[in-house]
Every structure is written in structure tokens, then in C-alpha cells.
């Protein structure tokens, strides 16, 4: 497994390589007084900077910044506003923790992350709907896969899971066919870009911190490039049309960047990630009391990705896919929207190549389903009879930042790296001022404040930052 996780032995004395340097930099952080930013003065400072503005970079940043409040923080986003990519193009789901390998990180952090979720959007009050969620079984067939989901499910401790028969079932949901389901009704939905804008008030209101917007990285330095052996002085973070800062420790979030971004800095090679576009239909305004809650598939464990499924949002909308097809630009939200680079650097990777030729009969079938919505439609009707192509039309789609190795091994779980290269190399010493979030997916919005302590622990302890 490619996966830096945060217990290896190398990762750890590679850490402890650095510990007195990171030790006696992180006190003279909390002391120093930071520079103003002028135009012609030295370059504004900051404590620690983080890099992306989506859900995981803000709650990130928000809970740092609470547990420290002395320290100097800035988010730094490319876009001009938060959460442009994958976290306001998502499907809105407050997920259960139904799915997800016993004991990954996943499991674990998105059943926290569901109970924190509602607790914030409770004291904030965030608007949320608890309208639950059926994974039916459409015949006798895909009844062992549901028991399956079932054990899982109570694995993963997920609260008020119960298997269900058809009457219920149809009580549920009046127009949805099957013959037995999974009903999880705490699984609900919220508006994450908004959830993200609240993290970022929280962030904001200690004065000390700063949101950069406009602001696209495209190095990471040393403070004298010459020595390699002095990140412990910081790190020089430049931007595309705009003066560079320093920050004395990175947290890098950059979602479909993060391997881009990472490698910057000495990170790894690998997971690479690979764009996948889903594209959303959506029912008629008029046909949207087909439906009540969420109605998901018995996944098929021979395929990565979920199946269609109807998710009502809270604008009112009910969402039905996604799909999932290879997208030829990194933000290419549009079929035709092509970016030569990220084109290429997908086509040309080893791990594309293989996932491709193993999957190719379910991506070209994709395709199809995505031009033609009647296919599509009748992946549908396998759950509401009743929808007809007259009821969709097309919605929304996302960008899924796809980590995979050059195996073609998709990387499932949540992947944080800390320290990638042996001890002694330029690397090491850079490493242990930068943090990288290396795969953060679905459910990353529903984990994020549970993802937002594991990454500030680590901070905290690799950074060695205590309270003042
Ligand atoms: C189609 C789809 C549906 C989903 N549905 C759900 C769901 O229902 N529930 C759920 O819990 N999760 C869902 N997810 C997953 C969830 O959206 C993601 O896990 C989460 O948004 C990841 O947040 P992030 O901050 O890591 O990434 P992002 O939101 O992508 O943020 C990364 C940020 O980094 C910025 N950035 C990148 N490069 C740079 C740079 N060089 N300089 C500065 N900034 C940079 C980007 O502009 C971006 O704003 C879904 C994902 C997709 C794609």
C-alpha cells in the first residue's frame, strides 16, 4: 500500500530526525512578532499556512486555529471563493458510515464525523434534513450483498440501522420497488458550501487569521535556497500574480491538486489522481414526489464506483446518478472542457492505462449513459418505475479527485502523508514542516471536522505546536 499512514517506523524516525529543529522553531514562532504586509516590505508571515479553501482545508485551518489561538493562520485558495471544486459540486449528503472497510480511517471518521456534523449545524443553525436513506435490494439475488452492507454497517457502529421488508419499505418510499432494504435514517443532507463559509467565519473571527482567495501556489521553497537544509527557517510560499509569503509550516488540501501540490515539496510520486467526472440528472420540478429520502443500490463489489442513486438536496432538487466518466481536464465540469495537460498526464500514467483496460466495457457503457439519458433512465427504473425520460433533465456534475497508483489500485481510504524520503536528504528536513492530505473522497465532506483533529494532532505533534 502506497498510503503513508501516520505509524510507520520509517515515517517516524524520519520525524524524530527533525524533532529538535521543528521543537525550537515552533517556540520561536509563538514568540516573534509577525511582519505587516506592505507592498515593499519583507513578505507577510504566517504561522502555518494552508493550501485549498475546500471543506477539508477550512476545517482544518478553523480547528487549528481554535485549539492555538496565538498562531498566525491564512488559507490560501486559488479560486475566488471557497469550496469551488469538489465541495460545492457534491451531493449534499451527511453520510452514515455504512459502507466503508471496518477499522480504514474512513469508517471511523465519518461516523464521528456525522455526529459532529449535526452537533455544529445544530449550534450554528445550519439548515439540515435527517430525511434518512434506503439501500434496496431489487431481487433475491442481491440479498447476501445487502446482509453484507448490513454487518458492515453495524461494524462501522453506525447509529439505528435496521433491515427492512418490503411494507415498510413501501411506507418509506411508496414508489420504489424491491425486496428488501437497509433503512439508515440518520443519514440526511446539508449544503456543505455553506457549512465550509461557516467554518471559514469561525476561522476568521480570530483577527490573527487570514482567507487568501486569489491565491494559486505554484511553489513551495526553502527560505534560502541554497540550503537545502533549512526549512526549519520556514517555507516560501509563491503565487501566480502575487507576492509571495512565508509561513513556517504548510498544510497542503488541495483536492484534486494534492499530488500536484505535494510533489512541489518533496512529497511522493504516488497516489496520482485521476479526474472522474459524475454527472447528475435531475427530476422535474413537478415529478420531485417520487421521491422522500435518499434511495441508494446494492453496490456491485466487482465495480468501483456506487451505481445511480436519487438524492433529494436542500435546494428542493432531487439529484439521480452520478455517472462516472473520465474527465479530460482536472476542472472540467463540461464533457467537452479539455485541458491538454491534465489530458495527458491521466493518459500517459501507468495506473490509468491498466484501470482503463480492466474496466473498459463499464467506462465505455458510462459514455453511452452519459449522452444518452434514456440509458440512463432505465438504471433508474430498476428503483422508481415511474420516472420516464420526460420527468429528467440534466443537472450538475462533479469532479471526483480519483487517487490511484500506478497499479491501477484505487486508493480508497483517506491518506495523509507526513515524511517521504529517507533521512538526510533535502526532503527530510522540508517534510517536516509540510503536511499533505493525499486523498481526502467521499465521504470527506461528512468527515471533515473529524478529519480536521486527526490532521491537527499531527500538526501539533510534528510541528511540535502547544498552547501558549
Ligand atoms: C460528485 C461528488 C459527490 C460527492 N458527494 C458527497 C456527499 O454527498 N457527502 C460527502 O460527505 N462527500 C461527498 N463527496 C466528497 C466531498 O465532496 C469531498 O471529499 C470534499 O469536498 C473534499 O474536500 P477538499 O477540501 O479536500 O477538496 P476540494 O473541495 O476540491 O478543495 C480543494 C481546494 O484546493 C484548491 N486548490 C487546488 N490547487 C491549489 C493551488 N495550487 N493553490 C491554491 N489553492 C488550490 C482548489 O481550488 C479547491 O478549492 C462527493 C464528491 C464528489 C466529487
Excluded at 491538486?257 to 518533496?266: F, V
Excluded at 468501483?304 to 442513486?309: A, D, E, T
Aim: net charge positive; charged share 20%; hydrophobic share 40%.
Amino acid at each position: 500500500m502506497l498510503a503513508l499512514r501516520f505509524a510507520t517506523v520509517r515515517r517516524l524516525s524520519t520525524l524524530n530526525g527533525v524533532a529538535a529543529a521543528a521543537n525550537s522553531a515552533a517556540s520561536a514562532t509563538t514568540q516573534s512578532a509577525i511582519t505587516p504586509s506592505t507592498p515593499t516590505s519583507k513578505p507577510q508571515e504566517f504561522d502555518v499556512g494552508v493550501i485549498g479553501g475546500g471543506i477539508v482545508g477550512m476545517a482544518t485551518a478553523r480547528e487549528l486555529s481554535l485549539r492555538l489561538p496565538q498562531l498566525r493562520i491564512a488559507v490560501f485558495e486559488k479560486e475566488s471563493g471557497l469550496g469551488a471544486h469538489q465541495t460545492g459540486h457534491n451531493s449534499g449528503v451527511i453520510h452514515a458510515g455504512i459502507y466503508y472497510k471496518p477499522g480504514s480511517l474512513k469508517a471511523k471518521l465519518c461516523v464521528e464525523g456525522l455526529r459532529l456534523t449535526y452537533d455544529y449545524c445544530d449550534k450554528k443553525n445550519i439548515p439540515y434534513k435527517k430525511c434518512g436513506k434506503l439501500i434496496v435490494a431489487r431481487s433475491e439475488e442481491e440479498i447476501p450483498g445487502l446482509k453484507a452492507l448490513f454487518d458492515r454497517g453495524q461494524q462501522n457502529n453506525v447509529p439505528d440501522l435496521r433491515m427492512i421488508g418490503v411494507d415498510e419499505m413501501k411506507r418509506i418510499e411508496p414508489h420504489c420497488v424491491g425486496v428488501q432494504a437497509i433503512h439508515s435514517p440518520v443519514t440526511g443532507i446539508v449544503d456543505w458550501l455553506q457549512v465550509t463559509n461557516s467554518y471559514a467565519d469561525d476561522f476568521t473571527a480570530n483577527e490573527r487569521n487570514r482567507v487568501l482567495t486569489n491565491h494559486e501556489v505554484t511553489s513551495l521553497d526553502s527560505v534560502d535556497p541554497l540550503n537545502p537544509r533549512a526549512y526549519q527557517h520556514g517555507v516560501v510560499v509563491s503565487f501566480k500574480s502575487k507576492p509571495a509569503v512565508r509561513c513556517r509550516y504548510i498544510i497542503t488540501c488541495a483536492g484534486m491538486n494534492s499530488d500536484r501540490i505535494a510533489q512541489k515539496a518533496g512529497g511522493q510520486s504516488e497516489p496520482v489522481m485521476v479526474p472522474i467526472r459524475g454527472e447528475y440528472l435531475t427530476l422535474k420540478p413537478d415529478r420531485r414526489n417520487l421521491v422522500n429520502g435518499l434511495i441508494y443500490p446494492v453496490p456491485d463489489p466487482t465495480l468501483p464506483f456506487l451505481g445511480v442513486h436519487f438524492t433529494p438536496t436542500m435546494k428542493g432538487d432531487v439529484l439521480l446518478g452520478p455517472n462516472a466518466v473520465f474527465a479530460f481536464a482536472r476542472e472540467g465540469y463540461k464533457f467537452f472542457d479539455i485541458n491538454p495537460r491534465d489530458m495527458f498526464s491521466a493518459l500517459l500514467f501507468p495506473g490509468f492505462q491498466r484501470l482503463a483496460l480492466k474496466y473498459w466495457k463499464f467506462g465505455m457503457g458510462e459514455m453511452y449513459r452519459s449522452r444518452f439519458l434514456s440509458a440512463q433512465v432505465k438504471l433508474l427504473q430498476d428503483y422508481v418505475p415511474e420516472v420516464t425520460i420526460n420527468d429528467v433533465q440534466r443537472g450538475m456534475a462533479g469532479i471526483r479527485a480519483q487517487a490511484m497508483d500506478h497499479h491501477g489500485n484505487l486508493v480508497d481510504d483517506f491518506v495523509f502523508e507526513t515524511a517521504v524520503q529517507p533521512e538526510g536528504g533535502p526532503a527530510a528536513s522540508r517534510t517536516a514542516h509540510l503536511l499533505h492530505v493525499r486523498n481526502a473522497p467521499s465521504p470527506g465532506a461528512t468527515s471533515s471536522l473529524a478529519i480536521a483533529k486527526v490532521i491537527s494532532d499531527k500538526a501539533q505533534e510534528m510541528f511540535n505546536l502547544r498552547q501558549a
